[in-house]
């Protein structure tokens, strides 16, 4: 006999059928949430060199394939991997400065979690549950916020969601997995956490067994096919990319040839529960457990598979926080009971009208953003640099090494934000054991370093300031340079 489908809404429950205005109060909490904590993390350091990238690309007609930024890896072979989220980036911020980059992350954020929020109520969830979780989530996810290349991942990520969760209904809507996956590889390489989904929700399909707490998705062998057989093309379509094989095989060597990197990152680390983000993370952990014990609804075999692997990721890696949040929301949100559904149109208006204007208040002036930006990379020591025709070797923060490549692109840097190139020839660790480990003299010596820019505070800065053999040219708050003696 043939199990029943999992006890999952396949249509839109009645507790959906709000007034516009309860709709729109929803979003824009998840809108005014994300703005507001969005403007916060604009002074990201890579966005630079991916600007850089894209215009390269732009002028050269193809994508980069060696570095040419840099001193110490000049010529080392190099894989773009997420050239098409940078083409996005650059056109926007050609057109609208700061203001651009701001809206590119902020609305790719925005839709994920408000599409993680619509198929959590697809799925039976009360509408205030799930935006309330929603928001919960996107404070936890907020770690990875800035205009960075990992949210149009997250996007495809919600998108693979939507149409697994469609095919439930319409088994040929699977075959839309393909384009999007090819689209995925070359806008960043997360897509592997997709076919985590897709192998969830297939494994899912396959099981016809269920029980009071746990159920199958009890798939017929011809769907089982079509779904495995969507799947197959998905991989095939990874390999329509500029690089081919090996940005396939990235992600991979992230992994397995990257440690170092992975080790010295901090965005790499394990999460840290005495953190404010450990504590949202404890937060996330003691809800799910306690919604999977006090919550009747059985639980499908993928959202097991899911949650486990969603809190593995998170708490392995706290840069896939942001990953967890947008997994569990549908998850969760439909576990949850008692909270009010009350229809007060009133009260809907007002509460949509003071989200609006709290989201209208929290779009920051061009001199704010550029004071965020001016805050935390060295635009006065570049100016000063370029003044008196400063152009030597240059030993740089890394944060700011894809600022220089920007804003300056006739110098050279030591190293910026791509960790892959500077792991594999070494530089990382000479880098690492410059700043913290004693070998200042030692690595400015063996790279012939006659300019070193760093900011104020820190080791090598001190180290800097008590030789005799380096000598302050600028400084101010954000950054000092120094000239080796001769």
Same mark, same amino acid.
């Given at each position: 006999m043939t199990a029943s489908p999992a006890p999952e809404a396949t249509r839109l429950s009645a507790s959906t059928k709000q007034p516009f205005s309860r709709e729109l109060a929803w979003f824009l909490l998840i809108a005014c949430v994300t703005t507001i904590l969005s403007v916060i993390r604009i002074a990201e350091s890579d966005i630079w060199y991916h600007l850089r990238n894209a215009r390269e690309i732009v002028q050269q007609g193809t994508?980069?394939?060696?570095?040419?930024?840099?001193?110490?890896?000049?010529?080392?072979?190099?894989?773009?991997y997420e050239w098409l989220s940078e083409l996005v980036y650059l056109f926007a911020f050609v057109r609208w400065g700061q203001h651009g980059l701001l809206a590119v992350y902020t609305i790719l954020i925005i839709a994920s979690y408000w599409l993680v929020y619509r198929l959590a109520c697809v799925r039976g969830a009360n509408p205030m549950a799930a935006a309330l979780i929603a928001a919960f989530g996107i404070v936890l996810g907020s770690f990875s916020f800035g205009p960075r290349m990992m949210h149009f991942g997250w996007m495809c990520l919600v998108l693979v969601m939507l149409v697994l969760d469609a095919a439930e209904r319409r088994p040929l809507v699977m075959w839309l997995l393909p384009p999007l996956f090819c689209l995925w590889i070359n806008l960043h390489g997360s897509w592997p956490f997709g076919f985590v989904v897709v192998g969830a929700t297939i494994v899912d399909g396959a099981v016809?067994?269920?029980?009071?707490?746990?159920? /199958?998705?009890?798939?017929?062998?011809?769907?089982?096919?079509?779904?495995?057989?969507?799947?197959?093309?998905?991989v095939a379509a990874l390999f329509v990319n500029p690089y081919g094989f090996p940005l396939v095989l990235y992600p991979f060597d992230l992994r397995f040839r990257q440690e170092y990197a992975m080790s010295v990152v901090y965005e790499w680390a394990p999460v840290d529960f005495r953190t404010l983000f450990g504590r949202l993370a404890?937060?996330?952990?003691? /809800?799910?457990?306690?919604v999977a014990w006090r919550s009747r609804m059985a639980w499908r075999i993928r959202d097991v598979l899911l949650a486990c692997f969603a809190l593995w990721a998170a708490l392995t890696y706290q840069r896939f926080l942001g990953f967890a949040a947008l997994v569990l929301i549908p998850i969760v949100a439909p576990r949850v009971r008692g909270l009010p559904n009350m229809r007060?149109?009133?009260?809907?208006?007002?509460?949509?009208?003071?989200?609006?204007?709290?989201?209208?208040?929290?779009?920051?002036?061009?001199?704010?953003?550029?004071?965020?930006?001016?805050?935390?990379?060295?635009?006065h020591a570049l100016a000063f640099m370029d003044r008196e025709g400063i152009n030597g070797r240059l030993f740089n923060l890394f944060d700011f090494g894809g600022y220089i490549e920007w804003h300056a692109p006739r110098l050279k840097t030591f190293a910026d934000g791509r960790a892959d190139i500077f792991t594999y020839n070494g530089v990382l660790r000479d880098y690492m054991d410059a700043i913290w480990a004693g070998r200042t003299f030692e690595v400015l010596d063996k790279y012939q370093i006659e300019y070193v820019l760093i900011p104020p505070t820190g080791v090598i800065s001190t180290t800097l300031r008590q030789s005799a053999e380096w000598s302050i040219l600028h400084a101010d708050d954000v950054a000092v340079l120094f000239e080796r003696r001769h």
């Open positions: 994508v980069p394939r060696f570095d040419i930024y840099t001193f110490t890896s000049a010529g080392s072979p190099l894989i773009d016809r067994w269920r029980s009071r707490r746990v159920a /199958g998705g009890s798939w017929s062998h011809r769907r089982l096919a079509g779904a495995v057989g969507a799947a197959a093309a998905s404890l937060v996330m952990i003691a /809800g799910l457990v306690l007060t149109p009133v009260l809907d208006a007002l509460l949509s009208l003071s989200l609006a204007i709290l989201l209208i208040r929290s779009v920051p002036s061009r001199a704010t953003l550029d004071r965020h930006i001016d805050s935390q990379f060295p635009r």
